[in-house]
C-alpha cells in the first residue's frame, strides 16, 4: 500500500517514531538499527510495510530499502512474526545477517534474544538460498544506499523474468563491476546489460 513516506520526525523513541506528513501523523515501528540512524528531528524518509494483525493494522518502517527487504523476508518463515523479525534486525546488520545465514552459521542468529536454536536453523534453511555465501554487495556499492537500491531492484526485476536469486546477484555483480563508476545505471540499464550476459 505504501512503499515510503517522507516528512517531519515529530516525535522518536527507540522502537518507533511519528512522522507528520501532510498534516497527518503517522505511528510507525522500526528496529533499533533504523532508531540508531535518525536525527531527533526533521524531514526523513522511512521504508514501509504494512502488517495486518487479527486485530488492527500496524505500519513499520526502515531506513533502508534492504531493511524492509529483509524484515520482509524473515516473515516469510515459518514460525517469524513481526515481533521477531524486528529483533534481528536490531541485532544485526542486513550484512551481518547475510553473511550467517550464507555460510549457514546458526549460533550468530542463536545469539539474537528471542532467537533460539531451531528457529535459527529454520531461518538458515528457509533463506540460505536467498542470502547464499559470496553474496554480499560488490565493493563499488559499498557506502551508497542509491547504488545499493538500483542493484537490489535490478535482482527482483531479473527474478520475475525467470533468474533465481543467486543467478540474479551474479548477473548484476558481473554487469556493474564492467560499469563506469563516475555514471552509475539506472535499473533498466542494468536489467538490460544482465540480460545480454546472462
Same mark, same amino acid.
Given at each position: 500500500?505504501?512503499?515510503?513516506?517522507?516528512?517531519?520526525?515529530?516525535?522518536?523513541?527507540?522502537?518507533?517514531?511519528?512522522?507528520?506528513?501532510?498534516?497527518?501523523?503517522?505511528?510507525?515501528?522500526?528496529?533499533?538499527?533504523?532508531?540508531?540512524?535518525?536525527?531527533?528531528?526533521?524531514?526523513?524518509?522511512?521504508?514501509?510495510?504494512?502488517?495486518?494483525?487479527?486485530?488492527?493494522?500496524?505500519?513499520?518502517?526502515?531506513?533502508?530499502?534492504?531493511?524492509?527487504?529483509?524484515?520482509?523476508?524473515?516473515?516469510?518463515?515459518?514460525?517469524?512474526?513481526?515481533?521477531?523479525?524486528?529483533?534481528?534486525?536490531?541485532?544485526?546488520?542486513?550484512?551481518?545477517?547475510?553473511?550467517?545465514?550464507?555460510?549457514?552459521?546458526?549460533?550468530?542468529?542463536?545469539?539474537v534474544k528471542g532467537i533460539g536454536k531451531k528457529i535459527s536453523e529454520r531461518v538458515i534453511l528457509e533463506l540460505k538460498?536467498?542470502?547464499?555465501?559470496?553474496?554480499? &554487495?560488490? =565493493?563499488?556499492?559499498?557506502?551508497?544506499?542509491? =547504488?545499493?537500491?538500483?542493484?537490489?531492484?535490478?535482482?527482483?526485476?531479473?527474478?520475475?523474468?525467470?533468474?533465481?536469486?543467486?543467478?540474479?546477484?551474479?548477473?548484476?555483480? &558481473?554487469?556493474?563491476?564492467?560499469?563506469?563508476?563516475?555514471?552509475?545505471?539506472?535499473?533498466?540499464?542494468?536489467?538490460?546489460?544482465?540480460?545480454?550476459?546472462?
Amino acid at each position: 500500500m505504501y512503499d515510503y513516506l517522507q516528512g517531519d520526525l515529530v516525535d522518536k523513541g527507540a522502537t518507533e517514531v511519528t512522522l507528520e506528513v501532510g498534516g497527518v501523523g503517522y505511528r510507525l515501528t522500526i528496529p533499533l538499527s533504523t532508531s540508531a540512524r535518525l536525527p531527533a528531528r526533521g524531514i526523513v524518509r522511512l521504508f514501509t510495510h504494512l502488517h495486518l494483525r487479527e486485530d488492527r493494522l500496524q505500519l513499520f518502517g526502515f531506513h533502508t530499502h534492504e531493511e524492509r527487504a529483509l524484515f520482509q523476508a524473515l516473515l516469510r518463515v515459518n514460525g517469524i512474526g513481526p515481533a521477531t523479525a524486528l529483533s534481528i534486525l536490531s541485532h544485526l546488520s542486513v550484512a551481518e545477517f547475510k553473511k550467517a545465514v550464507g555460510a549457514e552459521d546458526a549460533s550468530v542468529l542463536a545469539k539474537v534474544k528471542g532467537i533460539g536454536k531451531k528457529i535459527s536453523e529454520r531461518v538458515i534453511l528457509e533463506l540460505k538460498d536467498a542470502f547464499p555465501l559470496g553474496a554480499a &554487495q560488490p =565493493a563499488a556499492l559499498a557506502g551508497s544506499r542509491d =547504488a545499493g537500491r538500483v542493484q537490489e531492484d535490478a535482482i527482483l526485476a531479473l527474478k520475475t523474468l525467470g533468474y533465481t536469486r543467486p543467478g540474479a546477484e551474479a548477473a548484476v555483480r &558481473q554487469v556493474w563491476g564492467a560499469l563506469d563508476p563516475a555514471r552509475p545505471p539506472t535499473v533498466e540499464e542494468l536489467v538490460r546489460k544482465a540480460l545480454a550476459v546472462g
